[in-house]
Protein backbone atom coordinates (compact mmCIF):
# COMPACT_ATOMS: atom_id res chain seq x y z
CA UNK A 1 0.00 0.00 0.00
CA UNK A 2 0.72 3.65 -0.28
CA UNK A 3 0.95 4.87 3.11
CA UNK A 4 0.85 8.50 4.59
CA UNK A 5 2.52 8.83 7.81
CA UNK A 6 1.60 12.67 9.22
CA UNK A 7 4.40 13.48 11.36
CA UNK A 8 7.59 13.79 11.05
CA UNK A 9 9.06 13.21 15.15
CA UNK A 10 10.37 10.13 16.06
CA UNK A 11 7.28 8.32 16.11
CA UNK A 12 6.28 9.39 12.69
CA UNK A 13 9.97 8.26 11.20
CA UNK A 14 10.06 4.80 12.94
CA UNK A 15 6.43 4.26 11.73
CA UNK A 16 7.39 4.95 8.25
CA UNK A 17 11.05 2.96 8.50
CA UNK A 18 8.58 -0.24 10.12
CA UNK A 19 6.08 0.39 6.69
CA UNK A 20 9.02 0.08 4.54
CA UNK A 21 9.97 -2.85 5.86
CA UNK A 22 7.02 -4.46 5.34
CA UNK A 23 6.81 -3.21 1.67
CA UNK A 24 4.63 -0.53 1.80
CA UNK A 25 5.37 3.03 -0.24
CA UNK A 26 5.72 5.81 2.48
CA UNK A 27 5.05 9.84 2.34
CA UNK A 28 6.16 11.91 5.27
CA UNK A 29 4.64 14.78 5.87
CA UNK A 30 6.38 17.38 8.48
CA UNK A 31 5.57 21.26 8.50
CA UNK A 32 9.09 22.26 9.77
CA UNK A 33 11.75 22.10 7.39
CA UNK A 34 13.48 18.79 9.00
CA UNK A 35 11.91 15.93 10.52
CA UNK A 36 13.01 15.69 14.29
CA UNK A 37 12.89 19.36 14.81
CA UNK A 38 10.14 19.68 18.03
CA UNK A 39 9.57 17.37 20.73
CA UNK A 40 11.96 14.19 19.17
CA UNK A 41 14.86 17.50 19.07
CA UNK A 42 15.22 18.67 22.90
CA UNK A 43 14.18 15.37 25.30
CA UNK A 44 16.30 14.05 27.75
CA UNK A 45 17.37 11.17 25.46
CA UNK A 46 16.82 8.14 27.55
CA UNK A 47 15.36 4.89 26.64
CA UNK A 48 14.23 4.37 30.05
CA UNK A 49 11.97 1.47 30.73
CA UNK A 50 13.31 1.71 34.35
CA UNK A 51 11.17 5.10 34.35
CA UNK A 52 8.28 3.84 33.16
CA UNK A 53 5.84 5.18 36.40
CA UNK A 54 2.82 7.32 35.28
CA UNK A 55 3.00 11.03 36.42
CA UNK A 56 -0.94 10.39 37.12
CA UNK A 57 -0.12 8.97 40.48
CA UNK A 58 -1.89 9.71 43.79
CA UNK A 59 0.81 12.21 44.57
CA UNK A 60 0.27 14.50 41.68
CA UNK A 61 -3.06 16.48 42.46
CA UNK A 62 -1.41 17.77 45.69
CA UNK A 63 2.04 18.68 43.77
CA UNK A 64 -0.42 20.15 40.70
CA UNK A 65 -2.12 22.48 43.88
CA UNK A 66 1.39 23.70 45.79
CA UNK A 67 2.64 24.57 41.59
CA UNK A 68 -0.54 27.39 41.49
CA UNK A 69 1.90 28.69 44.65
CA UNK A 70 5.14 27.33 44.96
CA UNK A 71 7.81 28.05 41.92
CA UNK A 72 10.26 24.98 42.26
CA UNK A 73 7.84 21.88 41.65
CA UNK A 74 8.29 19.28 39.28
CA UNK A 75 4.82 19.73 37.83
CA UNK A 76 3.43 23.67 37.25
CA UNK A 77 -0.27 23.80 36.44
CA UNK A 78 -0.84 27.63 35.02
CA UNK A 79 -4.64 28.62 35.43
CA UNK A 80 -5.52 29.26 31.54
CA UNK A 81 -8.80 30.02 29.10
CA UNK A 82 -8.47 27.22 27.43
CA UNK A 83 -11.49 24.77 28.66
CA UNK A 84 -9.87 21.90 27.40
CA UNK A 85 -7.17 22.06 29.42
CA UNK A 86 -9.99 21.31 32.21
CA UNK A 87 -11.35 18.68 30.56
CA UNK A 88 -7.74 16.79 30.08
CA UNK A 89 -6.83 17.70 33.78
CA UNK A 90 -10.04 15.91 35.15
CA UNK A 91 -9.61 12.84 32.99
CA UNK A 92 -5.52 12.82 34.59
CA UNK A 93 -7.06 13.30 38.09
CA UNK A 94 -9.45 10.72 38.02
CA UNK A 95 -6.38 8.13 36.54
CA UNK A 96 -4.55 9.28 40.06
CA UNK A 97 -5.75 6.53 42.06
CA UNK A 98 -3.32 3.27 43.50
CA UNK A 99 -4.89 1.03 41.41
CA UNK A 100 -5.16 2.83 38.23
CA UNK A 101 -1.18 4.21 38.74
CA UNK A 102 0.07 0.52 38.80
CA UNK A 103 -2.18 -0.83 36.13
CA UNK A 104 -0.85 2.08 33.58
CA UNK A 105 2.75 2.10 35.20
CA UNK A 106 2.76 -1.90 34.23
CA UNK A 107 1.44 -1.48 30.30
CA UNK A 108 3.60 1.32 30.50
CA UNK A 109 6.42 -0.91 31.28
CA UNK A 110 5.40 -3.90 29.00
CA UNK A 111 5.27 -1.11 26.03
CA UNK A 112 8.78 0.20 26.81
CA UNK A 113 10.70 -3.16 26.97
CA UNK A 114 9.72 -4.60 24.06
CA UNK A 115 10.43 -1.03 22.22
CA UNK A 116 13.38 -0.96 23.83
CA UNK A 117 13.90 -4.45 22.01
CA UNK A 118 12.84 -3.39 18.42
CA UNK A 119 15.31 -0.44 18.80
CA UNK A 120 17.81 -2.60 19.23
CA UNK A 121 17.09 -4.53 16.47
CA UNK A 122 16.56 -1.56 14.25
CA UNK A 123 20.21 -0.70 15.73
CA UNK A 124 22.01 -3.83 14.55
CA UNK A 125 20.56 -3.82 11.30
CA UNK A 126 21.42 -0.17 10.12
CA UNK A 127 24.49 0.78 12.06
CA UNK A 128 23.07 4.18 12.90
CA UNK A 129 24.93 6.39 15.06
CA UNK A 130 23.51 8.64 17.62
CA UNK A 131 25.84 8.69 20.72
CA UNK A 132 24.75 6.17 22.18
CA UNK A 133 25.46 4.46 25.81
CA UNK A 134 24.36 1.53 26.84
CA UNK A 135 25.91 1.60 30.15
CA UNK A 136 22.50 2.03 32.14
CA UNK A 137 20.99 5.06 34.07
CA UNK A 138 21.52 5.99 37.71
CA UNK A 139 18.20 7.29 39.11
CA UNK A 140 19.36 8.77 42.89
CA UNK A 141 18.31 10.13 45.97
CA UNK A 142 19.08 13.00 48.51
CA UNK A 143 17.85 11.06 51.63
CA UNK A 144 18.15 7.78 53.03
CA UNK A 145 13.83 8.21 53.75
CA UNK A 146 13.65 9.21 49.72
CA UNK A 147 16.00 6.46 48.91
CA UNK A 148 14.26 3.69 50.69
CA UNK A 149 10.75 4.69 49.29
CA UNK A 150 12.12 5.02 45.75
CA UNK A 151 13.46 1.56 46.27
CA UNK A 152 9.97 0.47 47.49
CA UNK A 153 8.96 2.39 44.42
CA UNK A 154 10.90 0.29 41.97
CA UNK A 155 10.14 -3.17 43.55
CA UNK A 156 6.64 -2.77 40.91
CA UNK A 157 9.07 -2.71 37.97
CA UNK A 158 11.85 -5.30 39.37
CA UNK A 159 8.35 -7.90 39.39
CA UNK A 160 8.31 -7.08 35.68
CA UNK A 161 11.61 -8.33 34.90
CA UNK A 162 13.45 -4.84 35.39
CA UNK A 163 16.79 -5.44 36.36
CA UNK A 164 17.67 -3.05 38.89
CA UNK A 165 21.01 -2.36 41.44
CA UNK A 166 21.45 -0.63 44.62
CA UNK A 167 23.90 1.70 44.97
CA UNK A 168 25.33 3.50 48.22
CA UNK A 169 27.08 7.10 47.73
CA UNK A 170 30.29 4.93 46.84
CA UNK A 171 29.25 2.69 44.75
CA UNK A 172 27.38 5.74 42.78
CA UNK A 173 30.63 7.74 42.80
CA UNK A 174 32.89 4.76 41.78
CA UNK A 175 30.00 3.83 38.35
CA UNK A 176 30.33 7.06 37.57
CA UNK A 177 33.83 9.23 39.36
CA UNK A 178 32.62 12.62 37.69
CA UNK A 179 29.70 13.10 40.67
CA UNK A 180 32.78 12.66 43.68
CA UNK A 181 32.79 16.24 44.33
CA UNK A 182 28.60 15.67 45.28
CA UNK A 183 29.18 12.73 46.96
CA UNK A 184 27.73 13.97 50.61
CA UNK A 185 24.81 15.31 48.88
CA UNK A 186 23.87 12.00 48.08
CA UNK A 187 22.26 9.20 49.92
CA UNK A 188 22.31 6.43 47.46
CA UNK A 189 20.69 5.18 44.32
CA UNK A 190 19.27 2.34 41.88
CA UNK A 191 21.16 1.74 38.76
CA UNK A 192 18.96 0.30 35.57
CA UNK A 193 21.58 -1.25 33.60
CA UNK A 194 19.39 -2.52 30.91
CA UNK A 195 18.48 1.27 30.18
CA UNK A 196 20.88 3.43 27.66
CA UNK A 197 20.88 6.83 26.43
CA UNK A 198 21.12 8.44 22.93
CA UNK A 199 20.61 11.56 21.10
CA UNK A 200 16.91 11.05 19.27
CA UNK A 201 17.01 13.68 16.99
CA UNK A 202 20.28 12.39 15.17
CA UNK A 203 18.90 8.94 15.01
CA UNK A 204 15.54 10.25 13.77
CA UNK A 205 17.29 12.21 11.07
CA UNK A 206 19.39 8.85 10.13
CA UNK A 207 16.79 6.42 10.11
CA UNK A 208 14.58 9.27 7.60
CA UNK A 209 17.59 9.05 5.47
CA UNK A 210 17.34 5.65 5.26
CA UNK A 211 14.04 5.43 4.41
CA UNK A 212 14.62 7.67 1.59
CA UNK A 213 17.33 5.75 0.24
CA UNK A 214 15.15 3.00 -0.16
CA UNK A 215 12.61 5.03 -1.82
CA UNK A 216 10.32 6.97 0.55
CA UNK A 217 9.62 10.47 0.47
CA UNK A 218 9.74 12.85 3.26
CA UNK A 219 8.04 16.32 2.72
CA UNK A 220 9.39 18.82 4.88
CA UNK A 221 8.10 22.36 5.16
CA UNK A 222 4.27 20.85 4.62
CA UNK A 223 1.42 22.02 7.13
CA UNK A 224 -1.19 19.34 7.61
CA UNK A 225 -4.41 21.57 6.85
CA UNK A 226 -6.94 18.85 6.95
CA UNK A 227 -8.03 15.28 6.73
CA UNK A 228 -11.12 14.26 3.91
CA UNK A 229 -13.03 11.86 4.17
CA UNK A 230 -16.00 9.67 2.19
CA UNK A 231 -18.08 7.30 3.98
CA UNK A 232 -15.94 5.05 6.76
CA UNK A 233 -12.33 6.03 4.74
CA UNK A 234 -9.94 9.05 4.61
CA UNK A 235 -9.49 9.82 0.70
CA UNK A 236 -7.04 12.79 0.80
CA UNK A 237 -4.93 14.93 3.36
CA UNK A 238 -4.94 18.56 2.78
CA UNK A 239 -1.83 20.27 3.38
CA UNK A 240 -0.53 23.91 2.10
CA UNK A 241 1.18 22.64 -0.77
CA UNK A 242 -1.82 20.87 -1.88
CA UNK A 243 -3.59 17.42 -1.35
CA UNK A 244 -1.69 13.86 -0.75
CA UNK A 245 -3.59 10.40 -1.17
CA UNK A 246 -2.55 7.29 -0.14
CA UNK A 247 -4.38 3.97 0.73
CA UNK A 248 -3.71 4.22 4.84
CA UNK A 249 -2.92 7.26 6.60
CA UNK A 250 -1.08 6.81 10.31
CA UNK A 251 -1.92 10.38 12.63
CA UNK A 252 1.79 10.86 14.61
CA UNK A 253 1.56 14.54 15.10
CA UNK A 254 2.60 14.04 19.09
CA UNK A 255 0.74 17.39 20.31
CA UNK A 256 -1.07 18.47 17.65
CA UNK A 257 -3.06 15.09 16.31
CA UNK A 258 -6.27 16.04 18.44
CA UNK A 259 -6.50 19.44 16.51
CA UNK A 260 -6.18 17.47 13.31
CA UNK A 261 -8.39 14.60 14.69
CA UNK A 262 -10.85 16.77 15.57
CA UNK A 263 -11.58 17.57 11.76
CA UNK A 264 -12.88 14.70 11.42
CA UNK A 265 -14.74 13.86 14.46
CA UNK A 266 -12.20 11.82 16.50
CA UNK A 267 -11.48 13.42 20.14
CA UNK A 268 -7.85 12.26 21.13
CA UNK A 269 -7.67 12.78 25.37
CA UNK A 270 -4.16 14.29 24.18
CA UNK A 271 -2.84 17.58 26.06
CA UNK A 272 0.50 19.30 25.43
CA UNK A 273 2.95 19.79 28.26
CA UNK A 274 5.68 21.70 28.06
CA UNK A 275 8.90 20.52 29.21
CA UNK A 276 12.28 22.58 29.51
CA UNK A 277 16.12 21.55 28.08
CA UNK A 278 19.30 22.33 27.85
CA UNK A 279 21.90 21.48 25.41
CA UNK A 280 25.70 22.26 26.91
CA UNK A 281 28.97 21.72 25.24
CA UNK A 282 31.32 19.99 27.23
CA UNK A 283 34.09 21.86 25.80
CA UNK A 284 37.60 21.35 28.06
CA UNK A 285 35.50 20.70 31.12
CA UNK A 286 37.76 17.56 32.53
CA UNK A 287 34.89 15.91 34.47
CA UNK A 288 31.60 15.43 32.39
CA UNK A 289 29.52 12.60 33.13
CA UNK A 290 29.85 9.38 32.00
CA UNK A 291 26.17 8.06 32.47
CA UNK A 292 22.85 9.01 32.48
CA UNK A 293 21.39 10.10 36.02
CA UNK A 294 17.91 11.50 37.25
CA UNK A 295 18.40 13.35 40.35
CA UNK A 296 14.39 11.77 42.27
CA UNK A 297 14.84 14.87 44.40
CA UNK A 298 14.96 17.87 42.00
CA UNK A 299 13.58 15.99 39.25
CA UNK A 300 16.38 17.13 36.76
CA UNK A 301 17.58 14.71 34.47
CA UNK A 302 21.16 14.57 32.83
CA UNK A 303 22.59 12.96 29.57
CA UNK A 304 25.72 12.82 27.49
CA UNK A 305 25.47 13.13 23.62
CA UNK A 306 29.22 12.93 23.63
CA UNK A 307 30.36 16.66 23.32
CA UNK A 308 27.01 17.73 24.74
CA UNK A 309 25.21 17.51 27.84
CA UNK A 310 21.36 17.30 27.59
CA UNK A 311 19.68 18.48 30.69
CA UNK A 312 15.73 18.41 31.21
CA UNK A 313 13.54 19.17 33.75
CA UNK A 314 9.76 20.67 34.22
CA UNK A 315 6.25 19.82 33.16
CA UNK A 316 4.25 23.07 33.02
CA UNK A 317 0.57 22.73 31.91
CA UNK A 318 0.83 25.72 29.18
CA UNK A 319 -1.28 24.66 26.85
CA UNK A 320 0.15 25.22 23.20
CA UNK A 321 2.65 27.79 24.54
CA UNK A 322 6.67 27.25 24.02
CA UNK A 323 8.20 30.40 24.69
CA UNK A 324 10.52 30.50 27.42
CA UNK A 325 13.38 32.95 29.19
CA UNK A 326 16.45 32.55 31.03
CA UNK A 327 14.87 32.36 34.83
CA UNK A 328 13.29 29.55 33.44
CA UNK A 329 16.30 27.37 33.73
CA UNK A 330 17.86 28.96 36.34
CA UNK A 331 17.13 25.90 38.79
CA UNK A 332 18.36 23.25 36.55
CA UNK A 333 20.99 24.87 35.39
CA UNK A 334 22.07 25.50 39.16
CA UNK A 335 21.41 21.87 39.88
CA UNK A 336 23.48 20.11 37.15
CA UNK A 337 26.29 22.60 38.33
CA UNK A 338 25.90 21.47 41.49
CA UNK A 339 26.59 17.72 40.75
CA UNK A 340 29.03 18.44 37.91
CA UNK A 341 31.04 21.36 38.60
CA UNK A 342 33.37 20.54 35.81
CA UNK A 343 31.05 18.80 33.65
CA UNK A 344 30.39 21.64 31.22
CA UNK A 345 30.51 24.90 29.87
CA UNK A 346 27.41 26.12 31.34
CA UNK A 347 27.46 29.73 30.46
CA UNK A 348 27.31 27.98 26.61
CA UNK A 349 24.00 26.45 27.60
CA UNK A 350 21.53 26.52 24.70
CA UNK A 351 18.03 26.73 25.79
CA UNK A 352 14.48 24.98 24.41
CA UNK A 353 11.26 24.49 25.60
CA UNK A 354 8.84 22.08 23.58
CA UNK A 355 5.61 20.49 24.25
CA UNK A 356 5.14 16.58 25.42
CA UNK A 357 2.02 15.00 24.21
CA UNK A 358 -0.02 13.69 27.04
CA UNK A 359 -2.96 11.29 27.87
CA UNK A 360 -4.22 11.15 31.13
CA UNK A 361 -3.10 7.44 31.61
CA UNK A 362 0.54 8.31 30.44
CA UNK A 363 0.02 5.23 27.71
CA UNK A 364 -0.28 6.09 23.79
CA UNK A 365 -3.02 6.18 21.37
CA UNK A 366 -3.45 2.91 19.09
CA UNK A 367 -4.99 1.94 15.73
CA UNK A 368 -8.40 3.12 14.45
CA UNK A 369 -11.38 5.55 15.43
CA UNK A 370 -14.26 5.61 12.69
CA UNK A 371 -11.83 5.33 9.92
CA UNK A 372 -10.81 2.05 8.57
CA UNK A 373 -7.52 3.76 7.00
CA UNK A 374 -6.84 5.93 9.62
CA UNK A 375 -4.36 4.73 12.32
CA UNK A 376 -3.23 6.45 15.29
CA UNK A 377 -0.05 6.36 16.76
CA UNK A 378 0.31 8.97 19.37
CA UNK A 379 0.06 10.67 22.61
CA UNK A 380 3.16 9.06 24.09
CA UNK A 381 3.86 11.95 26.65
CA UNK A 382 7.37 12.19 28.29
CA UNK A 383 8.67 9.19 27.05
CA UNK A 384 8.33 8.89 23.67
CA UNK A 385 11.90 7.96 22.28
CA UNK A 386 11.49 5.00 24.76
CA UNK A 387 7.99 3.98 23.51
CA UNK A 388 8.34 5.16 19.72
CA UNK A 389 10.48 1.84 18.24
CA UNK A 390 8.14 -0.55 19.76
CA UNK A 391 4.98 2.02 18.90
CA UNK A 392 6.02 1.70 15.28
CA UNK A 393 5.91 -1.78 15.13
CA UNK A 394 2.44 -2.20 16.58
CA UNK A 395 1.60 0.10 14.22
CA UNK A 396 2.64 -1.76 11.32
CA UNK A 397 1.17 -4.67 12.60
CA UNK A 398 -1.98 -3.38 12.99
CA UNK A 399 -2.00 -2.07 9.78
CA UNK A 400 -1.05 -5.81 8.22
CA UNK A 401 -3.44 -7.58 9.94
CA UNK A 402 -0.63 -9.49 11.94
CA UNK A 403 -0.88 -9.75 15.53
CA UNK A 404 1.59 -7.67 17.87
CA UNK A 405 4.48 -9.42 19.45
CA UNK A 406 3.04 -8.66 22.94
CA UNK A 407 -0.02 -8.41 24.63
CA UNK A 408 -2.32 -5.33 23.45
CA UNK A 409 -4.71 -5.76 26.44
CA UNK A 410 -4.44 -2.34 28.43
CA UNK A 411 -3.42 -0.53 25.37
CA UNK A 412 -5.73 -0.78 22.35
CA UNK A 413 -8.78 0.96 22.99
Known amino acids: MRVVVLGGGVVGVTTAYQLQKDGHEVVILERQPQVAAETSWGNAGMIAPGHSFVWSSPKAPMILLKSLVLKDQALRFRLSADPRLYSWSWLFLMECTAEKAKRNTLLKHR ?61 IVALDPSLASAREKIAGGIHCPTDETGDPAKFTRALAAKVVERGGEIRTGTTITGIETSGDGVVQVTTDKGAVKGDAYVLALGSY ?102 TPNNLPEFGQRRLRNLYLNTGHGHIGWTMSHGSARITADLIAGRKPAISMDGLLN
Open 111 to 171: LAVYSQSVLQEVVADEAIEYDRNDRGILYFYRSQQALDKGVEHMRLLESDGQLIRMLDRDA
Open 257 to 358: SPLIAKTVGISLPIYPIKGYSLTIPVGNRPAPPTIAAIDEHNLVAVSRFDDRLRVTATAEFAGYDTSHKPADFAFMKGVTEELYPEGADYDRAEMWAGLRPM
